[in-house]
């Protein structure tokens, strides 16, 4: 009897499915296909307030999501939100529903009109029907899970109340309620990788980069804040909205020295290639940062830039909250600070103030950055292959793995003035894979310029080509002298009242360098105390 019934109930089915496809045709519609399943129907000759309600309640599971103030879809080719207009809404929604407008034989499928989609989308009915999303991740990131919430104990070093049930997992692809992200799984990885594996990969990476070094036998500060940057992308996910993170800068002595280069290393993972915007002015630096605000974005490069001297920036770095100009409108909305800011220049002359705001990687090239040759030769193509992806995101999360199944250890020394929860948490996990790297150790290298910096090189190179083998030393007022004779000290000094000490300032931004005379000679430049007072001797090589 029950197959009986079941027979009869696929006959109904088909006939109603018979039924639907001659109204199509009647009306012109092409249905959606149904992969053999049939879609339910909402009739139009009801109250708008039901149609809503109706059609809120079919598209719960589809991927329709509530973003701030806007309805989005996810776009899989590109990893981005697509905003849901009323038009794209008319059709977009027959894939999942029919909408059945009556006529005299009975119900007629329809495309709805404008006007009803415009009324369905400003529905509050329709809306709470309708997941909200926070983010969208284009691959797989470590996220909470426990039985409470996490809570923020600003007494403490660490961040998660004792004896707590909470570690850390990668999300699923797709969507998670829990956080309300969106995840596409663009790159996979492995999920298994020894922590050894992790370690020595990322080992030989980085080692040929030209770090500066705090005193003669340490780097552990700048290659600290560089761990920091990438365990901090990988690791967005744990930190609430409004959570400040510090602003990453890269900061060479000169072009080439491989900025650029490792702020990608830091996003391309995660992210891809990485959009960036070169040099803007103030005005402009304004609307790109309401645009990062306003679209929630996860990262923003200010890339190559001249110096870092903006009250605009100050405020977006410390801030837990944002109100954006709507572009076009005279209007603004709230929005929870999720923008970590990544900046690279030469030679940068920081601000006291935003230093508080930063975590700073010092690139200190001796050497001509064009003569510098790499073992291993890394590009920005070869960082954002999928390949590559892939390997950086298998050792960052073998990295933090290791320290969520160790009991997530905290780390005291682990602290930012501006980004606290941040520093406890991922201080915490670059002190679990080395002990020896110090993101947040205070920063004694320093370096800073500008056009100078070019002319004061042509003077140096200009004295060593006079000279002989054995090299010689020069105090500085015989500095001064033949940057006179060259007509270079305007151009290294400026306009300064106390040329001497001026030159003297920008003399110690090269100490330590290698450069290449006229006569293609190598020397090392230096500084010496003597009683009488500096002397810079050249040293050929």
């Given at each position: ?8 109930d ?7 499915r ?22 339910p ?10 149609i ?22 996810i ?56 997941r ?24 403490q070093?660490?961040?998660l ?22 995840t596409l ?7 298994d990788?020894?922590?050894?594996e ?6 030989e ?15 552990s ?74 679209q ?13 001297y903006?009250n ?46 930063c975590l ?5 090239e001796?050497?001509?950055a ?25 050792a ?5 793995r290791h ?77 001064i002298?033949?940057?006179e004779?060259?007509?270079?000290l ?52």
């Amino acid at each position: 009897m029950n197959d009986q019934n079941e027979s009869n109930d696929q006959e109904l089915i088909r006939k109603i499915r018979h039924g639907l496809d001659l109204a199509a045709k009647a009306a012109n519609i092409e249905l959606p296909e149904q992969n053999g399943q049939d879609l339910p129907t909402v009739q139009l000759d009801q109250p708008v307030s039901k149609i809503a309600h109706e059609i809120g309640t079919i598209l719960t599971p589809a991927p329709l999501f509530w973003f701030h103030t806007s309805f989005v879809t996810i776009g899989k080719e590109r990893g981005e939100f697509e905003l849901m207009t009323t038009d794209r809404f008319r059709t977009w929604v027959e894939k999942y529903l029919y909408v059945m407008k009556p006529n005299r034989a009975g119900y007629t499928a329809a495309t709805m009109t404008r006007d009803m989609a415009s009324m369905i989308m400003a529905s509050d009915l329709f809306r709470e029907k309708i997941r909200e999303v926070k983010s969208l991740n284009k691959v797989r990131l470590p996220a909470w899970r426990g039985s409470s919430e996490v809570k923020v104990d600003p007494r403490q070093a660490f961040w998660l109340e004792p004896e707590s049930d909470f570690q850390i997992e990668l999300l699923p692809p797709g969507y998670d309620e829990r956080t309300k992200t969106y995840t596409l799984e663009e790159v996979e990885y492995r999920r298994d990788l020894p922590l050894e594996e992790a370690r020595t990969f990322l080992t030989e990476i980085l080692e040929s980069f030209p770090w500066a070094r705090e005193d003669e036998n340490s780097n552990s500060r700048s290659t600290g804040v560089h761990f920091a940057a990438m365990i901090g992308v990988f690791c967005n996910c744990l930190f609430k909205e409004g959570t400040i993170k510090p602003m990453i800068v890269y900061n060479g002595n000169q072009p080439g020295s491989g900025k650029s280069l490792l702020m990608r290393m830091a996003l391309c993972p995660v992210h891809g290639e990485p959009a960036e915007s070169s040099k803007p002015n103030n005005e402009e630096l304004r609307k790109i940062l309401d645009i990062a605000a306003l679209q929630s974005k996860p990262y923003l490069v200010l890339d190559d830039v001249a110096s870092l001297y903006s009250n605009e920036l100050n405020r977006f770095t410390n801030s837990p909250v944002h109100e954006p100009r709507i572009l076009g409108k005279s209007q603004t909305e709230k929005r929870y600070n999720v923008t970590q800011v990544f900046t690279t220049g030469n030679m940068l002359s920081l601000a006291e103030d935003l230093v508080r705001r930063c975590l700073v990687v010092d690139l200190f090239e001796a050497t001509k950055a064009t003569e510098r040759r790499f073992e291993n030769e890394l590009t920005p193509d070869w960082l954002c292959l999928n390949e590559t992806r892939a390997k950086f995101l298998a050792a960052l999360w073998a990295i933090v793995r290791h320290w969520s199944e160790n009991g997530m250890p905290a780390f005291k020394e682990a602290r930012h003035t501006s980004a606290p929860q941040w520093a406890s948490v991922i201080g915490a996990i670059v002190n679990h894979l080395n002990p020896g790297l110090l993101p947040f150790a205070k920063r004694t290298f320093s370096l800073g310029g500008d056009e100078s910096t070019a002319a004061l090189e042509a003077l140096i190179c200009s004295i060593a080509s006079d000279l002989e083998p054995s090299g010689d030393e020069f105090t500085t007022a015989e500095l001064i002298s033949a940057a006179e004779e060259l007509n270079l000290l305007e151009a290294i000094a400026g306009h300064a009242k106390d040329q001497r000490k001026a030159l003297g300032h920008r003399l110690k931004k090269i100490r330590g360098r290698t450069f290449t005379d006229k006569r293609n000679r190598k020397f090392n430049f230096g500084k010496q105390d003597k009683s009488y007072g500096a002397v810079y001797p050249f040293k050929f090589l």
